[in-house]
């Protein structure tokens, strides 16, 4: 992973008619207090975890950091983030010392998850105004008591653009089980996202669309492909189609948002409508791609598989004190 190449190319310039968008799973931000509800007892002080108030507000500060330092320039204007047990510990996240000046609102619901953990949006209340959240359950008719997070909508306005933007924030099942076990609930996800899109795309063909989130597969993987039919770049792209941003990183292979048995990947993704991709006036991705934030400090040394790996909270039960176990993934966009 060539860290000093990211730095080179990472734009931190001002931002006017422009908006930093990212995502980022930041590994179990959880209470240390145990919820009636949700199987969270590992992260209490009791639990497996030892999960203490300093172990938690470290963590608070760290992400915190990075957050700030995705901005670059500035905060970035929006964040949406997976694996959050609640809505406290997303607004302790932005009342942090490194967050407070960034001016934050909260879009968040519980989910059905069995662990407690959510997906929320942070959103820069003087740059982005939120028309309309609601939460989107994924369910399983096949396996009715199978519980996941649900799937975030929002729409909005940026304060330099009049196109509403539609965000979706995903944490999709996990690969627990192996992949061939699992795929199909996350084919049942991609499908529910999919429908949701193209209810949007009866109402305006095109509409600003902006899909983020863990999807527990890769780029190529059938349900993104097969089903959330996300296509691997904008080439040829029609009226309601969904561009990978992320394919392009993908193919090349060189880095990725999350490493598993010394093989980087990415899981992390951001996929947009034609509308946002094209090069036409009105809100759109900046330079027509995304990047994933591999800043050095969220990296340590891979003793087992070389190169480096990410810098994490615990390693198993064994507590290392860094940041998550993903990297952040981000884009602009823009405009003028």
Known sequence: MD???FWKSFDD?????RARVAF??????????????????????EGSYHWTKYRYWNKINKLSKVIVALGGWDYPEIVGLCEVENRKVVVDLIKSKALIGGNYGVVHYDSPDRRGID???????????????EPVLVN????????????LYVNGLFSFSEDTLHLFVNHWPSRYGGYAATI???NRAADIVRAKVDS???VNVNARIFIMGDFNDYPSDESMVKHLRALPDGTNAQERDLINLMYPIHKEGKYGSHKYQGLWGILDQIIVSSALYGESAGLRVHKQK???????FLLEKDETYLGYRLFRTYAGFRYLGGFADHLPVFTDLIDE
Not at 24 to 45: C, G, R, W
Not at 119 to 132: E, G, S
Not at 140 to 151: A, G, L
């Open 184 to 186: 199909v609930k996350r």
């Open 13 to 17: 310039s001002p931002r006017t008619n």
């Open 3 to 5: 860290l000093e190449g």
């Open 24 to 45: 980022y799973n930041i590994e179990n931000l959880f209470d240390t207090e145990k919820d009636s509800v949700a199987a969270d007892e590992a992260f209490t002080p």
């Open 119 to 133: 997906v929320a949006m942070i959103y820069r209340k003087d740059r982005f105004r939120v028309l309309h959240s």
């Open 140 to 151: 399983f008719p096949d396996e009715p008591n199978s519980k996941t997070r649900d799937v």
């Open 290 to 296: 995304a990047d994933i934030f591999r800043a050095p």
């Open 200 to 202: 949007l795309y009866d």
